[in-house]
């Protein structure tokens, strides 16, 4: 949540460079942004509501600032309370992400010494906290360096003084350096994420928890532990810059639900050694947890089924965020298996600080390389589907389960077997991303894109399906959507079915086909819409979306597909902003 970044250079004008950034950072947070330049001696800060790639700024002249794009946590959203926030006296800029839990605590302190804050935030504390050391008699990295540890919570930040001094400090959420070096003097970059300056350069720099980066006439890294130098190593990324454009698609969801043709042979690409070591590791060991926030955690839940059917074993989903309620079950022989597109969501890293406490192992399957869950864990599962740019995930929640697919079939002995399953089921895929396919599933959403409800139905595997098919049509479209066991309508939500609501129906060529047709006569019945997406069709449904016929195990990847394409046709009609829906962020960086 919330997109930073720093830039530093002697010569070009920082203002332009780093709204630039903050266009590429916008899917980090959206609800307002802000920027901060230093020249002689002086810090020019312009902050607004609104996105930045559709609000008017000033510009400033200067070669070093700051920018901010937000995600609100402390305080509405108002100018006061966008970024940067500084000091008393105007010396020192802060753009901050995370959380500071003793905020409160801090303030009161500050106010009591005289401190006069402007805003309702918790990120206001770090400058009043510097300038606090400053009058102390501390300079400003000693400053810097003083106020990191009292911070409770997972933060990180970019401070600059009127001095020209810029230090960053990482912990819990990510801050990476990109150096650009044309000639002597370097331009230094530092953001949240590497898409805040692909453009200009791909060496780059991972900082890591409790250090921080101090540009100056140099650029110097320090452990806020032991406040010594540390030495960090420049390394050259391999990524492929069309990947965080839109090319000729109107909107990343779009691209992204087409990329998968591609992305999913990307994820089957994984090491068999590798997976057959963990396939042991995750037969002998005693508890199994699969973990994860959002659509990931219902990727987590669709494993359990995977993992039933395929190797006829029982392993535990967890929702990241109730994690610590079974925290208490891990010992060292557990295996805790998280998944996460980005790599850096709060909850499933404070769950996986636990487990490593405990001892436990820890898999992961993520997106994202030296991720803060890439670090925590003993192994690391790349799904590889390349940049995921649109709020809602799509092509990542694919390829996460072709990798939790993978590990099942090798879990069973039958690796080989799996891979050409699932090689078949992506020539499947690849047939059903066509235009005409897209056509009849916009047809469907120009039918119900007014109804104030969606209900989907599945049994069996389509069951948590169902309930990631409702996140992908909330988020993008505000159609209230909910995912039910088929058996379970009738123990309540029925109530709710009337004329024409729409009822979409998940099924699989598997044993409770039979069942989930006899819940889509019940919901008939009462003047229900029901829509099948399924490799049959029914004389029950009044819309039907065929899906490939492939194994039940593997149907989660086909009939996501539909739903996808279905959430973002609904959302295009109701005039959403379907990349970047409200009140929401790609990577959620804070608990
Ligand atoms: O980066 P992660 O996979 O850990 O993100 C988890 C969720 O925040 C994410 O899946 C969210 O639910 C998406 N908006 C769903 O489309």
Not at 27 to 37: L, M, P, Q, T, V
Not at 134 to 143: P, S
Not at 195 to 201: I, V
Not at 331 to 360: C, F, M
Request: hydrophobic fraction near 40%.
């Amino acid at each position: 949540m919330c997109g930073i970044i720093g830039y530093w250079n002697q010569e070009k004008d920082a203002c332009p460079i780093i709204i630039e950034s903050l266009k590429k950072l916008e899917y980090r947070g959206y609800d307002s942004f802000g920027f901060a330049i230093v020249l002689n001696n002086k810090l020019s800060v312009e902050r607004k509501t609104g996105k930045v790639s559709s609000t008017e700024y000033q510009n400033f002249p200067g070669v070093i600032g700051i920018g901010h794009t937000r995600w609100a946590t402390h305080g509405k959203i108002t100018e006061n309370n966008a970024h940067p926030h500084r000091d008393c006296f105007m010396k020192i800029a802060v753009v901050h992400n995370g959380i500071i839990e003793n905020y409160q605590e801090i303030k009161n302190q500050l106010s009591k010494k005289g401190h006069n804050f402007l805003s309702e935030t918790d990120t206001e504390v770090i400058p009043h906290l510097i300038e606090e050391n400053i009058r102390n008699g501390l300079d400003f990295k000693e400053a810097v360096m003083d106020v990191c540890p009292l911070l409770q919570g997972r933060n990180s930040f970019i401070a600059l003084s009127s001095d020209q001094e810029m230090i960053a400090f990482r912990n819990g959420s990510p801050l990476i350096l990109g150096v650009k070096k044309n000639n002597k003097i370097p331009e230094i970059f530092i953001a949240s994420d590497i898409q805040g300056f692909l453009d200009e350069t791909r060496d780059v720099i991972y900082l890591d928890d409790n250090q921080i980066a101090i540009i100056k006439e140099n650029l110097e890294f320090y452990d806020i532990n032991t406040k010594k130098r540390i030495e960090k190593r420049l390394i050259r990324l391999d990524i492929d810059l069309k990947e965080a454009e839109k090319g000729s698609y109107p909107h990343f969801m779009l691209k992204e639900i087409m990329e998968q043709k591609k992305a999913l042979r990307r994820a089957i690409n994984q090491d068999d050694k590798n997976l057959m070591h963990l396939a042991r590791e995750i037969n002998e060991a005693k508890g199994i947890f699969f973990i994860g926030c959002g659509t990931a955690a219902k990727v987590c839940h669709i494993a359990e089924y995977i993992f039933s059917k395929i190797a006829n074993k029982h392993v535990n989903f967890v929702q990241a965020s109730e994690f610590e309620n079974y925290n208490h079950f891990l010992i060292p022989e557990t295996l805790v298996i998280a998944i996460s597109q980005s790599g850096e969501t709060a909850d499933v890293l404070e769950s996986l600080e636990i487990a490593k406490k405990r001892k436990s192992k820890i898999i992961s399957i993520t997106n994202t390389k030296q991720s803060s869950l890439d670090k925590i864990s003993d192994y690391t599962f790349f799904i590889n589907a390349g940049i995921e740019k649109a709020v809602a995930s799509t092509k990542a929640t694919t390829s996460q389960l072709i990798v939790v697919l993978l590990l099942a079939y090798a879990c069973a002995g039958r690796l080989e077997e799996g891979k050409r399953i699932l090689i078949d089921l992506i020539g499947k895929v690849n047939d059903m991303l066509n235009p005409r396919y897209e056509l009849h599933i916009k047809k469907l959403a120009e039918k119900i894109y007014q109804e104030e409800n969606i209900f989907i139905i599945g049994r069996g595997i389509n069951y948590p399906l169902s309930l990631e098919s409702a996140i992908k049509i909330m988020e993008v479209s505000y159609i209230h959507a909910q995912g039910f066991a088929g058996g379970e309508l009738k123990h309540g939500p029925i109530a709710l079915i009337k004329k024409d609501s729409p009822v979409i129906v998940l099924m699989s060529n598997d044993e409770s086909k039979k069942e989930i047709i006899s819940n889509a006569i019940e919901v008939k019945s009462r003047g229900a819409y029901v829509i099948g997406v399924s490799p049959e069709n029914n004389p029950i449904f009044d819309y039907w979306i065929k899906t490939p016929n492939v194994e039940a195990e593997t149907s989660p990847i086909v009939n996501l597909i539909p739903i996808q394409l279905l959430a973002y046709y609904l959302g295009i009609l109701k005039g959403c902003d379907v990349d970047y829906p409200r009140s929401l962020a790609k990577s959620v960086t804070v608990k």
